[in-house]
């Protein structure tokens, strides 16, 4: 396992992250506990020490989870993170609350690595807002000790990351942000990089795999990246673009089951940099890929459905049906889905719209996926 330094720490250089656990059902609400013990006990064993959890992940039960499941190991032998909850701006005035719950679910006593959860443009203004008494609560329980390291994660815009940055930058040890290389150019991902360099705050990397987008590629991609580096597996191009951006410390990979452990764990047993030639060619190939809605399935939108639609499944089918012109995947795949969880369901309520980190337009996505569908 590759380390990174951090301040005193040093860091795995691959954190585990508990998004996107193992599941017993479709219900992203039911881990599979025991799975996920197994992969906790390997990651440990192989070297991973950091762990990043969420208030929201798993509808709830990732920190209860992960809690449980790191209980067994000393305290001193692993890093947690999770993070306060204002992609629901219903939570704002709890952060007392929510915090101590926090410790309660993830059964310790501080956290390592704390953040202000997805700082996007539907949430700025209540994040700077000092009537909720946010910044300084959390200030004081580092002054306390209940937080080591004080960040923040960010799906915003640039500018909406200058302004957190101005207001809060002194406070700030670290940035998380969606990086990888489709995100490269496609969502400016390069001058956030640069941002947080300016800064001088380290990168944390969420997203690394465009949620498994990036994990395979159509036939002549994969050709030519394998003409540049036959012994490469493909997802680990990824991580490998990861390791040639200044700045980079913690790449987290939400990592659904034990083959994609053991895989990422063998890519980061060393750091092999792309050089410029395969930098070039494997950003030229993103661009080329880089077309439809940026959804990556985090799933918080599902939990504020009034009609408990599959958005992230819905947005996937939209992505293919617009980008093959129509054909027959898309409606052959809705075919076996009742009336009432069809594009056309959407009643256009935009609740998904206030919690979704890429701030997609979802109702006006179904509206025209359904159209499309009728044509």
Request: charged share 25%; with cysteine; aromatic share 12%.
């Amino acid at each position: 396992m590759i380390y990174k330094n951090f301040q005193d720490l040093k860091l795995s250089a691959l954190g585990l992250g508990c998004m996107r656990l193992p599941l017993k059902s479709s219900s992203d609400a039911d881990i599979d506990v025991e799975q996920t013990q197994k992969m906790v006990d390997y990651a440990m064993e192989q070297g991973i020490n950091y762990y990043d959890t969420a208030w929201g992940y798993h509808d709830g039960n990732s920190e209860t989870v992960i809690g449980q499941a790191l209980k067994k190991y000393p305290r001193e032998s692993f890093f947690l993170a999770t993070k306060f909850p204002g992609y629901d701006l219903s939570n704002m005035p709890k952060v007392a609350e929510i915090f101590h719950r926090q410790l309660e679910k993830c059964q310790v006593e501080y956290f390592d690595f704390y953040l202000f959860h997805n700082v996007c443009e539907m949430n700025i203004d209540a994040y700077l807002d000092e009537k909720y008494g946010i910044m300084a609560y959390l200030k004081e329980q580092k002054a306390k000790g209940r937080i080591r390291h004080l960040g923040f994660s960010a799906h915003g815009s640039y500018e909406v990351m200058k302004r957190f940055l101005e207001a809060y930058g002194k406070e700030m040890e670290f940035c998380q942000i969606q990086l990888n290389y489709l995100d490269w150019h496609f969502q400016d991902a390069e001058a956030k990089v640069k941002l947080l360099q300016e800064y001088h705050l380290p990168v944390w990397v969420m997203e690394p795999l465009r949620g498994g987008r990036l994990a395979s590629l159509d036939e002549a991609s994969a050709a030519k990246l394998k003409g540049l580096r036959p012994d490469e597996a493909i997802p680990a191009w990824a991580f490998r673009f990861l390791q040639s951006v200044p700045g980079v410390t913690m790449v987290l990979s939400g990592m659904s089951n034990f083959e994609q452990l053991k895989e990422n764990i063998k890519t980061f047993s060393e750091d092999r940099p792309l050089n410029e030639a395969e930098m070039s060619e494997l950003l030229f190939m993103a661009d080329s890929m880089a077309k439809g809605v940026p959804c990556t399935a985090c799933h918080y939108c599902t939990s504020h459905c009034p009609q408990e639609l599959d958005i992230p499944s819905l947005i996937k089918l939209y992505n293919e049906h617009t980008f093959t012109g129509g054909g027959f995947i898309a409606p052959m795949a809705l075919s076996a889905l009742p009336e009432d969880k069809q594009p056309s369901a959407c009643i256009g309520c935009r609740s998904c719209e206030q919690v979704c980190p890429q701030q997609i337009k979802v109702s006006e996505i179904m509206a025209d996926f359904a159209e499309k569908l009728k044509g």
